[in-house]
């Protein structure tokens, strides 16, 4: 008879960690080739020499295949058991062109819907995304104590997320919000010190003088900080406001505030 125990005993077949290997054994579209000559070198190097780094830049021309080795890499932290993993696009339509790279050669990825999805968290898939739905106060991976552990995180076109990353911690309205009046109401004598001509362009209204631009004094700010509180709060369940409320709110004081005549 056939011992069916010691057959079921065993052990599961060991997962490849080098990024060379994990593409040899993926289960890619016919479409697509081998490893191009300039993937081969920057894989080796980083699991030889450089994969217990913990900062690294890789700067390739375009359409040489940057997705496919940022996602090896990930797979290879996966099957190390060194996830969750996270891949990061400047924008949301990049989102889609790295999911169809990440299906083409068979890695197993997800995206965000309403929540973070239960294979990224198990570190069972790669979770692809874009930089504005990392980088926001009200991120679904979490503010302050409460927040969603990463261990390895690829920032595609890193260059590119730059201005995003800046324009989630920055509160712009128009000059018709009523947060843009009640600061320029609040800081106008100010205002008037630094510039009385420009201060008055603003105030005019004209499109001629839309471009015009006067900074609130640093010191103004601190001195009337409270009130500036008091005013980003009657605001902060607007859109223009309460995705950057909750990653400012205690740091107000390394701020600074812009007037023109078309936005605060």
């Known amino acids: ?3 069916f125990k010691k057959k079921l005993g065993v052990k599961s077949i ?4 080098n990024p060379i290997d994990i593409y040899d054994e993926l289960d890619r579209k016919s479409t697509t080739d081998e490893l191009r000559p300039v993937q081969i070198p920057i894989l080796k190097e980083w699991w030889l020499h450089r994969k217990e780094d913990q900062y690294l830049i890789l700067k390739l021309h375009t359409g040489r295949g940057k997705t496919l080795i940022g996602l090896l890499i990930l797979q290879s932290r996966l099957n190390e058991k060194k996830g969750p993993c996270l891949y990061v696009c400047p924008n949301k339509y990049l ?5 169809q790279e990440a299906e083409k050669f068979g890695i197993g990825y997800v995206t965000i819907d309403d929540s973070l999805p239960d294979e990224f ?11 504005q739905k990392v980088f926001n106060g009200k991120s679904k991976f979490g503010l302050g104590g409460k927040f969603q552990k990463v261990n390895t995180v690829i920032l595609d076109d890193s260059h590119a997320c730059i201005d995003p990353i800046n324009d989630s911690f920055k509160i712009k309205v128009s000059n018709e919000h009523q947060l843009y009046k009640k600061l320029l109401q609040l800081f106008e004598s100010d205002l008037r010190e630094q510039g009385e001509g420009s201060l008055e362009e603003i105030k005019s209204n004209s499109k001629e003088y839309q471009d015009t631009l006067l900074p609130v004094p640093y010191w103004s700010w601190q001195d009337k900080q409270s009130e500036v509180i008091k005013a980003l709060l009657e605001s902060a369940n607007e859109n223009e406001v309460k995705f950057t409320w909750p990653l400012i709110k205690n740091n107000l004081e390394n701020c600074q505030c812009f007037f023109s005549g078309k936005e605060l």
Not at 95 to 99: C, E, G, K, L
Request: charged share 20%.
């Open 14 to 17: 060991q997962k490849k960690v």
């Open 1 to 3: 008879m056939v011992d």
């Open 121 to 131: 968290l198990n570190s069972e898939k790669i979770l692809i995304t874009y930089v």
């Open 95 to 99: 989102v889609q062109q790295t999911a």
